[in-house]
DNA sequence: TGTACATCAGTGAACGCGCGTTCACTGATGTAC
DNA sequence: TGTACATCAGTGAACGCGCGTTCACTGATGTAC
């Protein structure tokens, strides 16, 4: 049966929204399409209608989930509260709501090229605004780019092996160390 | 046609082998049972007097490639040493004979739980090398294990940022600067 | 404003391909005599 | 040492399930008069 215009609209950003929680939580072949669907309140012969394929919505849910991330990473936030939240168990449990380069990582290499430039392009922006943070909280602005990259590494990888670590209480140690020894060294 | 003994145990070794390979450079689901056993020069239905399932394999060959990994990196080599091998370009093209936790990210999660035990018992392996190195080279040993753990987490997120990112140059400066922000703050 | 009809978003059955797994068969191994 | 036969590793066709995708159909929307 036929929706109202506002209605298709209002289905189209649901399944964008549950592709880019489910992608992440999931990884993307471990989503199938029905589950998408499912999680927005429809059937999956309606997906069609939507998107051209499962691969175009990946791209699409990709750059959601990044412009979702950095929208929530507000001007207001520096970057030492930002660790602060970023390596913690409330993020390592919440995959589906977390960052995008974590949750995606090792699988983007294997999706499709449109993917992939959104995935690469999220990065960017990523690392541009840890860099700027840098820049402006410290002294050494030329090394900025180069502790923005370390820095960007650490957090990827203390959320990634954090996740894959069954022993949950080994896990947050990791995490915990993991903070408390980038402020340490980077005295952030 | 039936082979000998030592034949069958040849080919045993081979599929192996082929699946620590694959494993990491395509992820599991990205391996066909057919392409590990095409890489071991046999037909995909001799797979199943070797191994119970693919699951099961993938759980020996996750400790294989762990295992591999670590006898490779010998004793006489040092940290930093390890560190200039690691962070690269070369390690970052050859995934199929990379790390495990760099190939296995985010894969493992959605694996049985023999292949996720597997994974662990690796994870936990290597950071007690990297603990050990630090105690040994320092002062601060009782601070080894939390930056066992920051390094770890940085050498990991580095690679895996490196092999995502498109733009080879670009990916390749990561790297470096990485490195080399890893020897200014921990000093090594 | 009310009615008739064309449009088209959504439904759910069905298709088809890929891949893990099974199985009847083959023929070399290796044991029994 | 040589021969006959049972064993069993490997082969490749076939099965079956899951999942992305298609399609005929439905019925509410919204336009034309």
Redesign the pocket.
Request: aromatic residues 8%.
């Given at each position: 049966?036929?929706?109202?215009?506002e209605?298709?609209a209002e289905?189209h950003r649901a399944i964008l929204h549950a592709a880019a929680t489910l992608f992440r939580a999931r990884g993307f072949d471990g989503?199938?399409?029905?589950d998408i669907m499912a999680e927005a309140k429809?059937?999956?012969?309606?997906?069609?209608?939507?998107f051209r394929?499962?691969?175009e919505l990946a791209a699409s849910a990709c750059q959601q989930a990044f412009e979702d991330r950095l929208d929530a990473w507000g001007p207001d936030i520096s970057l030492p509260e930002y660790l602060d939240r970023y390596i913690t168990p409330f993020h390592r449990d919440r995959p589906g709501q977390g960052c995008p380069i974590a949750a995606f990582a090792t699988d983007i290499a294997r999706q499709e090229k449109p993917v992939q430039m959104q995935f690469q392009i999220g990065v960017s922006l990523f690392r541009k605004r840890i860099s700027m943070e840098l820049a402006a909280a410290g002294k050494h602005s030329t090394e900025s780019n180069a502790k923005a990259s370390t820095i960007l590494s650490t957090m990827v990888g203390a959320i990634v092996l954090a996740r894959s670590t069954i022993d949950r209480s080994l896990s947050a140690r990791l995490l915990k160390e993991t903070r408390s020894t980038i402020t340490k060294q980077f005295a952030i």
């Open positions: 049966m036929k929706v109202s215009k209605q298709a289905h989503t199938k399409v029905t429809l059937t999956h012969g309606a997906f069609y209608g939507h394929s499962k691969s």
